[in-house]
């Protein structure tokens, strides 16, 4: 080996190697990045079963804004539509109650569809709320998925879209 044409097979090896790493990086972030999920979400949850009979079926809506760090998602939410055997409303105003949302972001690289976590502490009338969602995400559609409460032991499936209901 020569003195000679060693600095440039060194150079050489540096610079495939920076281009490789770089290939890398923009098919990480182009094809296998985390789509958007920062911003105003809508979500509805519908209670299947409950100890407390009286919750079955109902539809609960929320708004929430939320932020990512790396894959880290918080936010916060307000409760805005109700409908029960109480009948059917909505929170406007001083009436809705608001919660603190803190979730991640699971990719699956050999999947179509991400996993988002998120867990809900709402400051409700009278106590506090818990709720924990297990959604399903893609690219292309709307989180689904399935919540739990540890009012009354509510489980049921959960909706997230961007627009209103």
Known sequence: MEFTTFVPDILAAVLAASLFAFLFFLVREKCFGIPDVTGKWYFEI????????PYIGMVLRFVAIIWRDGNRLSGTTEKIYENSRNGERSFIGKYRTRGTIDGYYEQRYFSKMDRVTFHLIEQGHGRQSTYYFDLEMSKTED???EFSSMIADQIGTCRWQRKPF
């Open 46 to 53: 519908r209670t299947d079963s409950s100890l407390y009979n």
């Open 143 to 145: 989180p689904t998925g």
